[in-house]
């Protein structure tokens, strides 16, 4: 029997009768990070690597039944050893490794190759199989360096100001956010964050990661002069709500890896387009996989087909694994497929 299998409330794990991420509540579950379509409400027993417990908490509740695992520390449960290892993805984002019966499996969760600084960076782990996502598994999705995305993001930020323009960059409130407050020039001007960033901030900063100071945008009256001059980080639901008016003449900005879409972008109807995502591209998936030394691949969420069909011409026993995942970047794949990408 394979170690992991699907079942409706997610993947589970008959040997040690678990279930990873699972999408309906359940009696124990092993939790790779805190975005909500991977840890939900609802069960008894919640296992995690200990980076992630303040983003836990403050997401899910601060009662809730939460065990905790430092990255590598072992466990042993009904005969099956698990351990956490980190993915690079967002604060206390882990990869679950599974060993039974000789066999190895590593469930990804989410994860990226490029450190950043928010987060323990990625970390390859041997094993007979493993279950990664596919968020961005198309050939054209391809990133740029961070550095050269935050030096776009503060020549933008700049320019703005000089013309007395509050600039509204719109990205995910939980790991991005916090993720291009690290990497931008702090130095340039005032930030101002939305009322669902301020409160991970917080988080972050008492898991000793560096952010500059930020002011909570709530604070600020329209036509209030620090507004001119502001970063404002805000999430996309912010974008056309009564909330904006404050910032009068004003210039937004999105940073997702959809914005590699000339599509989405349009659609989108901002500025500025900054392609910066939390998920591996496509060199970064066939690196990660090649780095495990797996023989057999499952693929989650994302565009499933394109890359099973990539492993498998390339030797490899790959398959889809079908689940409730979402898209923490907040647009869909099927629509990115669909859409022509940048030049």
């Not at 590699?260 to 060199?283: E, I, K, N, Y």
Request: aromatic fraction near 10%; glycine fraction near 10%; hydrophobic fraction near 40%.
């Amino acid at each position: 029997m394979d170690l992991v299998i699907a079942r409706p409330e997610g993947l589970y794990c008959p040997a040690g009768d678990f279930y990873i991420d699972p999408w309906r509540p359940v009696e124990r579950s092993v939790i790779t990070h805190a975005h909500g379509d991977h840890a939900r409400t609802g069960n008894q027993h919640y296992l995690a690597a200990a980076p992630g417990e303040g983003i836990l908490r403050a997401r899910l509740g601060q009662d809730i039944d939460l065990q905790t695992l430092a990255y590598g520390e072992r466990l042993l449960h009904h005969g099956v050893t698990l351990s956490f290892h980190p993915a690079g993805h967002v604060l206390g984002s882990a990869q679950v490794r599974l060993e039974y019966g000789g066999e190895v499996w590593v469930a990804s969760g989410d994860y990226k190759i490029e450190p950043d600084g928010t987060c323990a960076p990625f970390e390859p782990v041997r094993c007979h199989t493993f279950i990664t996502e596919s968020t961005f598994g198309l050939p054209i999705y391809r990133w740029q360096p961070q550095a050269q995305v935050f030096t776009e993001i503060n020549q933008w930020w700049q320019a703005n100001a000089e013309q007395d323009k509050a600039s509204v960059l719109f990205c995910y409130s939980f790991g991005k956010a916090q993720r291009i407050l690290h990497g931008i020039d702090a130095s340039l001007g005032p930030i101002l964050t939305h009322g669902a960033v301020e409160p991970l901030n917080r988080v972050y900063r008492e898991a000793g990661i560096d952010l500059p100071p930020t002011l909570y945008a709530g604070d600020f009256q329209k036509n209030d002069p620090i507004l001119r001059k502001a970063l404002v980080i805000a999430p996309p639901s912010a974008g056309g709500s009564t909330w904006m008016r404050r910032f009068g003449d004003y210039s937004d900005g999105f940073a997702s890896g959809w914005m590699r879409l000339r599509g989405t972008r349009r659609r989108r109807g901002v500025d500025r387009g900054f392609v910066l995502s939390d998920h591996a591209d496509w060199p970064g998936l066939l690196w990660a996989i090649e780095q495990t030394g797996a023989e057999r691949v499952m693929v989650t969420h994302g565009s499933v087909a394109v890359l099973v069909r990539h492993l498998r011409e390339q030797g490899l026993d790959a398959q889809g694994f079908r689940t409730e995942y979402g898209d923490d970047e907040e647009a869909s794949t099927a629509e990115a497929e669909s859409v022509e990408a940048l030049p």
